[in-house]
């Protein structure tokens, strides 16, 4: 596709089940970073992919989230034993990673509800 | 994020008025972004800063950076309602691959 793409774009589930977030880069980009967006508040960042290795996760809140890259293009992220305070938009975003951050490419990314 | 503040917080403003949203950040800057979301939205790159005082135009949208590149602002010109939107400032510290954003600034543009 011409853009980034995440699915599922909504998801609602209830505390303490498990949830995957699929992010399909655009083609040919490297790098693939992970975002949280709470309401009113900025984009926080959650982990970063050069390729299919995650060069930098010091954003993941604790050990329940976890994200993979497995063939150096889709990503999931994944996230255990949902809790009330995991609500907010993941966002996916995608680069070349060549030399610094430079622009970067957002999806719309999933909102996730958790009950 | 604490390292970057975003004043104001949130701005309403009549058509056709000038408008400035500035972002601090408490440490020197490797490069600043700006970008822009619509509600519901991902976001939408504007602009990169990396020089000291360096400055460019997108339309009617300026930003700045300053000597120090600590501080950066964003000058809208005649705004519009297409401006309207949440606009994020986005720090690099050490030109490597993470963006730290603010908290963003929610500008609305009265008809």
């Known amino acids: 596709g011409a853009g980034v793409s995440q699915t599922p774009s909504n998801k609602v589930t209830e505390k303490g089940k498990y949830v995957e977030l699929r992010c399909d880069p655009i083609?040919?980009?490297?790098?693939l970073y992970w975002y949280r967006q709470s309401l009113g508040q900025g984009p926080e960042f959650l982990i970063y992919?050069?390729?299919?290795?995650?060069?930098?996760d010091s954003g993941l809140p604790n050990d329940r989230f976890f994200a993979v890259r497995p063939e150096g293009s889709v990503s999931t992220l994944k996230i255990q034993r949902t809790e009330r305070g995991d609500s907010a938009v993941y966002l996916c975003?995608?680069?070349?990673?060549?030399?610094?951050?430079?622009?970067?490419?957002f999806g719309e990314g999933s909102r996730l509800t958790v009950l | 994020s604490q390292e970057l503040e975003q004043s104001p917080q949130s701005l309403i403003v009549q058509e056709g008025k000038n408008l400035t949203i500035n972002c601090t950040s408490s440490k020197t800057l490797y490069g600043l972004y700006w970008y822009k979301q619509k509600y519901g939205e991902g976001l939408i790159f504007l602009m990169m800063?990396?020089?000291?005082?360096e400055e460019k135009s997108h339309e009617k949208i300026t930003a700045k950076l300053d000597e120090k590149k600590q501080q950066s602002s964003l000058h809208i010109t005649a705004s519009q309602p297409s401006h309207a939107g949440i606009y994020l400032c986005g720090a690099d510290y050490t030109g490597g691959f993470k963006t730290i954003f603010g908290a963003g600034t929610r500008l609305f543009v009265k008809a």
């Open positions: 975003a995608s680069n070349s990673g060549q030399g610094g951050t430079g622009e970067l490419f």
């Open positions: 083609s040919g980009h490297t790098a």
């Open positions: 992919f050069q390729g299919t290795g995650a060069a930098d």
């Open positions: 800063l990396q020089k000291g005082g």
